[in-house]
T-cell receptor, first 114, second 113 residues
Framework: GEDVEQSLFLSVREGDSSVINCTYT??????LYWYKQEPGAGLQLLTY?????DMKQDQRLTVLLNKKDKHLSLRIADTQTGDSAIYFC??????????????FGQGTTLQVKP | DVKVTQSSRYLVKRTGEKVFLECVQD?????MFWYRQDPGLGLRLIYF???????EKGDIPEGYSVSREKKERFSLILESASTNQTSMYLC????????????FGPGTRLTVL
């Protein structure tokens, strides 16, 4: 079945760039997503990318998609302590029609040190 | 402002109790989802519903059931709670289609003693 994999932990210093990586297996996924979960809260959508795009930039966030290698990354420029959170990669389930089902990765905990 | 609310933030129950987790969305969304979140495992889909009275099993439905009598409300039921159901439970909704993000509630942390 479909699977999404992420490393579990990343630590960076404030002001550095963070890169969170994700691999997925379903080549028919139409959209890929990045969600952020702050402590004690639900998930919030950060950004998403359509599968026919290679890159999407939104302020400090850059998403890169390598469809051949089924690899997705999220780069956060000038990382701040407020960026400390769990980041989830997700893919839309191929062939699911309009159910809007997503397959989530394990989540990467980003720790930003002052 | 979109909103998904869950009935409790924290819940403590005893083994064998029947547990109800309630989720309400105010966005007139067709689809609603229940996930559980465990460290290192990410989010796993328990059940989802794409219409009133309709439900489909997710990846880990065993030990759970759901109810959707009204469009805005989706309930998760643990018929007989067990300690391995101690987890964070997240509800989400969307209006369907790949471009529609899922909106999440704040989560219910359930502890079964």
């Amino acid at each position: 079945g479909e699977d999404v994999e992420q490393s579990l932990f990343l630590s960076v210093r404030e002001g550095d760039s963070s890169v969170i990586n994700c691999t997925y297996t379903d080549s028919s996924s139409t959209y890929l997503y990045w969600y952020k979960q702050e402590p004690g809260a639900g998930l919030q959508l950060l950004t998403y990318i359509f599968s026919n795009m290679d890159m999407k930039q939104d302020q400090r966030l850059t998403v890169l998609l390598n469809k051949k290698d089924k690899h997705l990354s999220l780069r956060i420029a000038d990382t701040q302590t407020g960026d400390s959170a769990i980041y989830f990669c997700a893919e839309s389930e191929g062939g699911s029609g309009n159910t809007g089902k997503l397959i989530f990765g394990q989540g990467t905990t980003l720790q930003v040190k002052p | 402002d979109v909103k998904v609310t869950q009935s409790s933030r924290y819940l403590v129950k005893r083994t064998g109790e029947k547990v109800f987790l309630e989720c309400v969305q105010d966005m007139d969304h067709e689809n609603m989802f229940w996930y559980r979140q465990d460290p290192g495992l990410g989010l796993r889909l328990i059940y989802f519903s794409y219409d009133v009275k309709m439900k489909e099993k997710g990846d880990i439905p065993e030990g759970y059931s759901v109810s959707r009598e009204k469009k805005e409300r989706f309930s998760l039921i643990l018929e007989s709670a067990s300690t391995n159901q101690t987890s964070m439970y997240l509800c989400a909704s969307n209006s369907g289609g790949f471009t529609d993000t899922q909106y999440f509630g704040p989560g219910t942390r359930l502890t079964v003693l």
